[in-house]
């Protein structure tokens, strides 16, 4: 069965600092990777993907994500954090063998101090 | 374009009675998805429907719970007789098909509160 786990369910950051948000997977076949952020009473978006095609991954709103098949992470990272980016983050997991549902790890909120 | 769309935003409900959740997909989404927000917690999976295939139901947590979707478009979950662990963000979430890597689009969720 596949699984995600991120480690962290609360992350506080200043402004301009590097946004690190851990995410480490289990899958029984090659997964797809899905970064999603949700704002406070909204729907998750889609940040980035991995589908087996480069493993640096560069998504909306300057984030990106690399793909480490030897660690089974897949850790998102901004290089400078905006008080815009105060949500909550999930990664995912797609594992075909699962039925082409999503997996989702128990979420990350992040924190952005001025 | 027009996203997915939840109704009702919220429902508070007394234990015991019966609740209706409505999703309309987006226009032309063959795939269509129910999960459940408790909170503080990740999405847990309930049901997927595909196109006029027997839906994967294995993520309903009892048969208090069920869904249908009518003409491939509109969903309903129907939970009955609430309890108050059913108290939870319930969305629902569309794709163009059941491609792996087509990203989810999700609604803004229904907050059921059972009191």
């Known amino acids: 069965a596949q699984s995600v786990t991120q480690l962290g369910s609360h992350v506080s950051v200043s402004e301009g600092a590097l946004v690190l948000l851990r995410c480490n997977y289990s899958s029984s076949v090659p997964p797809y990777l899905f970064w999603y952020v949700q704002y406070p009473n909204q729907g998750l978006q889609l940040l980035l993907k991995?589908?087996?095609?480069?493993?640096l991954v560069k998504g909306i709103n300057d984030f990106e994500a690399e793909f480490k098949k030897s660690e089974t992470s897949f850790h998102l990272t901004k290089p400078s954090a905006h008080m815009s980016d105060a949500a909550e983050y999930f990664c995912?997991?797609?594992?075909?063998?699962?039925?082409?549902?999503?997996?989702f790890g128990g979420g990350t909120r992040v924190l952005v101090k001025p | 374009g027009a996203g997915v769309s939840q109704s009702p935003s919220n429902k508070v409900t007394e234990k015991g009675k019966d609740v209706e959740l409505r999703c309309d997909p987006i226009s032309g989404h063959t795939a269509l998805y129910w999960y459940r927000q408790r909170l503080g917690q990740g999405l847990e999976f309930l049901i997927y429907?595909?196109?006029?295939?027997?839906?994967?139901k294995s993520g309903l947590p009892s048969d208090r719970f069920s869904a249908e979707r009518t003409g491939g478009s509109v969903s309903t979950l129907t939970i009955q007789r609430t309890q108050q662990e059913d108290s939870a963000v319930y969305l629902c979430?569309?794709?163009?098909?059941?491609?792996?890597?087509?990203?989810?689009?999700f609604g803004n969720g229904t907050r059921l509160t059972v009191t």
């Open positions: 429907f595909q196109g006029n295939s027997a839906p994967d």
């Open positions: 979430a569309s794709s163009l098909s059941p491609d792996r890597g087509l990203p989810l689009h």
């Open positions: 995912a997991v797609s594992d075909q063998a699962a039925g082409n549902k999503l997996t």
């Open positions: 991995y589908t087996s095609a480069a493993t």
